[in-house]
């Protein structure tokens, strides 16, 4: 994995062993988070610089055309826009946010959307204004309306599809979240001039670590979404949350080759069964077991793409007994036998 800039490392808004609070994620909490996105392959970009003046407004496609745009061999897209300067607002399906100057917008799913300023009659669709593509370094598009000025990065991320879904599935078709003044903002603000900077000078190894500005950036953005969240929300973030399930999760994800049981997950969690039970079925949509089983055809999948161990191995490693038992269990949740994902994923 390629290093980042000194000035561009960290967790700025990890916190100590605390419970997580108003304040931020709790260190358990954040490496929850960062163990379950270090084993999903994200790549992406900063693509766009835009400059806008009001009045101005722009209608983005969906995912199946964005991904035929930006990245082709995608199954997923996450889409996400920092605002530098101005406002303007954001709607995609029945959902409107309001972003100013140093919110992150995030489009977990890609969904067509548009935005604009808050004068904004009219949009024009966003591929007009873009050069043809193929694209080289970060594209500029600018709307020359007289009025007060917007600037933003936009940026995409590809990412796998399995157990990332668990964190997904229940994101909003968008949200906006702003890093507190202080190191998370400056951060931030760090990121996006390395982005533009880069954009322009596109030195040598610069491409390497423009790949990585954006899981860095989403990943920020994640950590704050789940410290805004309310106690009605539910998915996996939500789950971080809860004193109970952060521990069970914790748990699972320290050792997902023990003979778990509900008991046992139960007994390590300080709970009863019914009460992890209930609060895995509520706030993440399945039994505890079930998310286990989920999550060790995570590991086994980074396993099989990034190592050539042998299926009887990478099977003991995530909690079968025998390799016919883990392939059984990974055809069902995955469709296909461990040796077939391993050779579509070398492909």
């Known amino acids: 994995m390629i290093e980042a800039p000194d000035h561009l490392t960290g967790t700025p808004g990890a916190t100590g062993d605390a419970p997580g609070d108003a304040a931020g994620l709790s260190l358990r909490e954040f490496d929850l988070l960062a163990d379950l996105l270090s084993r999903v392959r994200l790549a992406g970009a900063i693509f766009l610089r835009g400059e806008y003046a009001a009045p101005w407004g722009l209608e983005s496609p969906g995912a199946p055309d964005l991904i035929q745009l930006l990245a082709p061999d995608a199954r997923r897209l996450i889409l996400f826009h920092i605002i530098r300067e101005g406002r303007l607002w954001v709607t995609a399906g029945d959902s409107r946010v309001e972003a100013a100057a140093g919110d992150l917008v ?78 998370a903002a400056d951060w931030v603000q760090a990121c996006v001039r390395y982005a533009l900077d880069e954009g322009m000078q596109r030195r040598a190894g610069g491409e390497a670590m423009m790949a990585r500005l954006p899981e860095l950036l989403f990943v920020e953005a994640l950590r704050l979404y ?97 390799e016919e038992a883990f392939s059984r269990a990974f055809r069902r949740h995955l469709g296909q036998s461990p040796a077939q994902w391993r050779d579509l994923a070398a492909a």
């Open 106 to 183: 995030v489009l977990p799913h890609a969904e067509s959307h548009s935005m604009g300023s808050p004068d904004c009659l009219a949009a024009v669709p966003f591929g007009d204004l873009l050069p043809p593509a193929p694209w080289h370094g970060v594209q500029t598009c600018r709307v020359a309306g007289g009025g007060e000025q917007t600037s933003m990065i936009c940026g995409y991320l590809k990412c796998d599809e399995l157990l990332f879904n668990s964190v997904l599935r229940r994101l909003p078709p968008l949200f906006a979240v702003r890093p507190r003044p202080g190191p």
């Open 226 to 322: 789940a410290e805004q969240l309310g106690p009605a929300e539910t998915g996996w973030l939500a789950a971080l949350r809860d004193p109970v399930l952060s521990c069970a999760l914790a748990r699972l994800h320290a050792a997902p080759a023990r003979k778990w049981t509900v008991a046992l997950l139960a007994e390590a969690t300080a709970s009863s069964r019914s009460v992890l039970d209930e609060r895995f079925r509520t706030l993440l949509g399945q039994a505890p077991m079930h998310y286990l089983a989920e999550w060790r055809m995570q590991l086994a999948a980074d396993l099989l793409r990034g190592t050539r161990q042998k299926l009887a191995a990478i099977a003991e490693q995530v909690g079968y007994q025998s």
